[in-house]
């Protein structure tokens, strides 16, 4: 299977004994912290159905009322404005993007916010969920070499999908989107929420890779000076990940087993 590193990676000079990393090796790293939505469950899919069912309709009828064109909720938006991003951080891009005024009234805001979270438990709750096979024997691979790991996601709904999915038990540090509320952590792209779980493992950064599939979860590993940087391309695009910053990009984790 095809690894897609960055222009970095193609130099005439080896990676050397000391700085295994930069050739991709996570399995030299201290610290694993990973993504929840599309790295370690496929949840994404229920989440692009919930903001489509959100948005979809909801523009169709901002049109109406104020009388103008509004271009209609695509794929592209989920990626650009949503993917990777706190729930009501979402919902305040998405609607800036059409430049509606809403954007700024939190109560819509909120609102909305809500509307999404419902249709998405609805749906966890009915059709369950079950984790990616590759990411699950990476975990097992870290447990075997003794590499600490996290999980760091915007989401508020981190554990109950977890639980979901029969490895909640596994993760003894989860850092989601209650946390960012409780320690005021700003959301990626900002690195805070990985770096907050990166000391909450005992380590810093240079000891941890991080592992993504939206870009601002990359943009957000590659401020905070990771080690590695692992994209996932579950449909955001290998080139838009490369240039928020990953290192390598995968379409499944077990290519780097």
Not at 92 to 106: F, G, H, K, T
Not at 162 to 180: E, Y
Request: proline share 5%.
């Amino acid at each position: 299977m095809l690894i897609t590193m960055s222009r970095e990676f193609f130099t005439d000079e080896k990676p050397t004994a000391a700085d295994p990393l930069k050739a991709g090796h996570w399995q030299e790293c201290q610290g694993l912290l990973l993504d929840l939505d599309g790295v370690i469950t496929p949840t994404l899919d229920i989440h692009k159905r919930a903001w489509h069912n959100l948005f979809a309709p909801y523009l169709e009828k901002r049109a109406a009322e104020l009388g103008r064109d509004i271009a209609p909720y695509t794929l592209e938006d989920y990626h650009k404005y949503v993917d990777g991003r706190h729930r009501l951080d979402g919902v305040r891009e998405m609607l800036r993007s059409r430049s509606l005024p809403e954007a700024e009234d939190a109560v819509v805001v909120e609102k909305l916010g809500l509307q999404k979270n419902d249709e998405f438990l609805r749906t966890l709750h009915t059709e369950g969920i079950t984790a990616y096979p590759g990411t699950v024997a990476m975990l097992d691979a870290a447990d075997k070499l003794g590499i600490r790991y996290a999980v760091v996601s915007p989401s508020r709904n981190t554990r109950p999908v977890l639980k979901a999915a029969g490895l909640l038990s596994r993760f003894k540090i989860i850092v989601d989107g209650n946390t960012a509320i409780d320690q005021n952590l700003p959301g990626k792209p900002a690195p805070d929420t990985y770096l907050h779980a990166a000391q909450l493992l005992g380590l810093s950064a240079p000891d941890c890779v991080v592992v993504e599939d939206a870009t601002s979860g990359v943009a957000a590993g590659r401020a905070g000076n990771f080690a590695l940087v692992i994209g996932v391309d579950r449909g955001t695009g290998e080139q838009e990940l490369l240039e928020a910053g990953a290192d390598l990009v995968v379409t499944d984790l077990a290519e780097v087993l």
